[in-house]
């Protein structure tokens, strides 16, 4: 059974940065790919950023591009750095996984089949 197990949330300063991290256990995931998403209060939940597993290609959404950074290690946890972090970055933050479809991008909700508990950021200004 996959579990996905976030952590490194809390409270930050606007300009600050947070390190989350996610994780995987319950089976290989060199074939998955390992989004994270976010909520916030009164909002649907978006994508932030993906890696593929294998080959480390990695997609970000416009609002994090070039503040955030995914990674994961060969101990199946993914991280996501966050820096220049502002009070519009507030959210839950989850993670999830999915099997990589060749020629797609890792980018939809809905094609997520695993979900950790979530995490939650909060960016004072």
């Known amino acids: 059974q996959v579990q996905l197990v976030e952590s490194g949330g809390g409270l930050v300063q606007a300009g600050g940065s947070l390190r989350l991290s996610c994780a995987a256990s319950?089976?290989?995931?060199?074939?998955?790919?390992m989004g994270w998403f976010r909520q916030a209060p009164g909002k649907e939940r978006v994508f932030v950023a993906a890696?593929?597993?294998?080959?480390?290609?990695t997609y970000y959404a416009d609002s994090v591009k070039g503040r955030f950074s995914i990674s994961r290690n060969a101990k199946n946890t993914v991280y996501l750095q966050m820096n220049s972090l502002k009070p519009e970055d507030t959210a839950v933050y989850y993670c999830?996984?999915?099997?990589?479809?060749?020629?797609?991008?890792?980018?939809?909700?809905?094609?997520?089949?695993?979900w950790g508990q979530g995490t939650q950021v909060t960016v004072s200004s």
């Open positions: 999830a996984a999915k099997t990589v479809v060749a020629g797609t991008r890792p980018v939809i909700e809905d094609e997520y089949d695993y």
């Open positions: 319950g089976r290989t995931f060199s074939s998955y790919a």
């Open positions: 890696i593929k597993w294998s080959g480390g290609n």
